[in-house]
């Protein structure tokens, strides 16, 4: 494999990672468009915990993961407060607040960014977005995630079958933060330089366009969209300048044909030959 | 009567100036079923909505078994043992009828089982979800999306749901609303058998013929006031009840 498509599968599990984290949390019926700054916390606290006390990467994200994750909880109690298009503009305020703290944080270098991190391989990016993609998966067989569905469809009636639709929101939110986390980790010791810049509001939008076109009502949809996201525009490069903007109608075109997004349950049906319901 | 499974003391609640419910006192025998019966805008589903925690009483207070239920959140009150379907019915949309019967369910088993797949985490639920979806007949619908489903059998899998959770007591808000006079006899079976295994359940119901073959005990709601109980024949022919309400349209 060349450097150059290494490079392209790492960006690929990196963004599957940050679009797994919003669809955690979405899966609750929650957008959030400030993922990226959970990103931005797991790549600072990492470099950190590597390069400064030199702790191994692995327990390094374990720790970034937890931090973040806490944090994660910390915001999810006030987003309960907030619906629809006023939680995603709340926690793009979040975002932003973490992107500039960063600026603003002379231990960890400021807008002149931080370095000095080992590199990773493709494949150590991809034990973990793999593995977090497969548990994932799993999970989405449970009464956990059956639990957040219907937290999704209708809180009320959640609440009043049973359901503490408190704690399933939140920890929602610790979770999807924590996974953003491990993505930020990675891809601050991909990169093996970070700075805030890195961890703005395009990059939260990444994630959540990768949810939505896979499809965002599973977990796999989110490896589609991150694959599509990184290699389309890639393959686009013949009509040089024009790609984004051909990306950019793709997108348009895709999701006006599939508003749930390139896969979901029932095409998962159909592929896996299983009886379909009459 | 002995102690009443769920008591009602001077239950009261208002919305703006109008009072929904005035001092509301009641009680629900064990293993019974009892209706509450009254005109449009009586307050019966408020009376639903206080009792399982959706609103708030002014005064007034809930006890299930004694214990007070004022103030908990919803689905504490759900987890003391009280299960409700809803009269414009709420079923999960994106949900097959299977989840809608594993969905409800208490907890028995620690958290991290509960991550894991439901047939290796959870074994014990899915037998549950089976009786129940044989007991109302929903086997052959397993897999199809609830909100797909007629607006009978709709109905059955919110009964259902509401069942799994392994109430103390049962509420049902027009349990056989926009169902022919066959699916509500076969309701009303349902119901018998369930009252046979030592459910208690407390419907509100417009449908009399049905209110009357079914329950054991009813309440009339007029305006927030409990304006009549007693056994159907006994309400059937109170005259307070007949004016405002039988008395309209028969």
């Not at chain 2, 609640?13 to 019966?37: N, Y």
């Not at chain 2, 295994?197 to 054991?216: K, Q």
Request: neutral net charge; glycine residues 10%.
């Amino acid at each position: 494999m060349s450097t150059y498509y290494a490079s392209l599968f790492a960006e690929a599990g990196i963004l599957l990672l940050g679009a797994l984290s919003v669809y955690i949390i979405l899966a609750t019926g929650q957008l959030s468009l400030g993922n990226a700054a959970f990103m931005a916390i797991g790549a600072y606290l990492s470099s950190y915990l590597t390069v400064e006390l030199g702790m191994p990467i692995t327990p390094a994200l374990i720790v970034s993961a937890i931090a973040a994750g806490t944090i994660g909880v910390i915001v999810g109690f006030p987003a309960l407060r907030l619906k629809g298009i006023y939680l995603a503009m709340a926690t793009l305020g979040f975002g932003e607040m973490i992107r500039s703290f960063f600026i603003n944080f002379p231990a960890m270098g400021g807008s002149g960014g931080f370095h000095g991190m080992a590199h990773i391989s493709v494949g150590y990016i991809w034990a973990w977005a793999g593995g977090i993609l497969v548990v994932l998966i799993l999970v989405e067989r449970s009464r956990v995630w059956l639990e957040m569905q219907a937290v999704h469809d209708d809180e009320t009636a959640a609440g009043l079958v049973g359901l503490n639709t408190v704690a399933i929101k939140v920890g929602a939110f610790g979770i999807g933060a924590a996974v953003a986390a491990i993505s930020g980790g990675l891809f601050a010791h991909h990169h093996v330089y970070i700075e805030p810049a890195n961890f703005g509001f395009e990059r939260s939008i990444d994630f959540v366009l990768a949810t939505i076109l896979g499809g965002s009502t599973l977990g796999l949809g989110s490896l589609i969209g991150a694959i599509l996201l990184v290699f389309l525009p890639e393959f686009l490069r013949p009509i040089a300048d024009w790609r984004l903007a051909a990306f950019g109608t793709l997108l348009i075109l895709v999701l006006l044909v599939r508003r749930q997004g390139i896969v979901d349950r029932t095409l998962l049906r159909g592929l896996t030959f299983r009886k379909a319901a009459s | 009567m002995s102690a009443p499974l769920l008591q009602l003391s001077e239950v009261t609640k208002s919305f703006g100036g109008i009072h929904a419910l005035s001092a509301v006192t009641s009680g629900v025998p064990e293993g019974k079923i009892v209706g509450i019966i009254g005109p449009n805008g009586a307050g019966k589903t408020t009376l639903f909505n206080v009792i399982t925690g959706a609103y708030r009483a002014d005064s007034g207070v809930v006890r299930l078994n004694g214990t007070a239920l004022n103030g908990l959140p919803p689905h504490q009150i759900a987890r003391e043992g009280i299960a409700r379907t809803f009269q414009n019915i709420r079923l999960f949309p994106s949900m097959t009828v299977w989840e809608h019967l594993l969905v409800a369910q208490p907890h028995r088993e620690s958290w991290w089982r509960r991550l894991l797949p439901v047939g290796w985490g959870d074994p014990a639920a899915q037998v549950r979800a089976v009786e129940v979806m044989e007991f109302f007949g929903l086997t052959d619908l397993r897999d199809r999306p609830a909100k797909s489903l007629p607006y009978g059998m709709q109905r059955r899998v919110e009964m259902a749901r509401a069942l799994t959770a392994r109430p103390k007591l049962l509420l049902l808000d027009e349990p056989v609303a926009g169902m022919n006079h066959d699916e509500a006899e076969e309701v009303r079976q349902l119901m018998l058998k369930l009252r046979a295994t030592g459910l208690t359940i407390l419907l509100i119901e417009h449908d009399m013929n049905f209110v009357m073959r079914l329950c054991d005990y009813l309440y009339v709601l007029d305006f927030g006031v409990l304006i009549a109980e007693g056994a159907p024949s006994e309400v059937r022919t109170n005259p307070r009840v007949l004016d405002a309400y039988l008395g309209k349209d028969e």
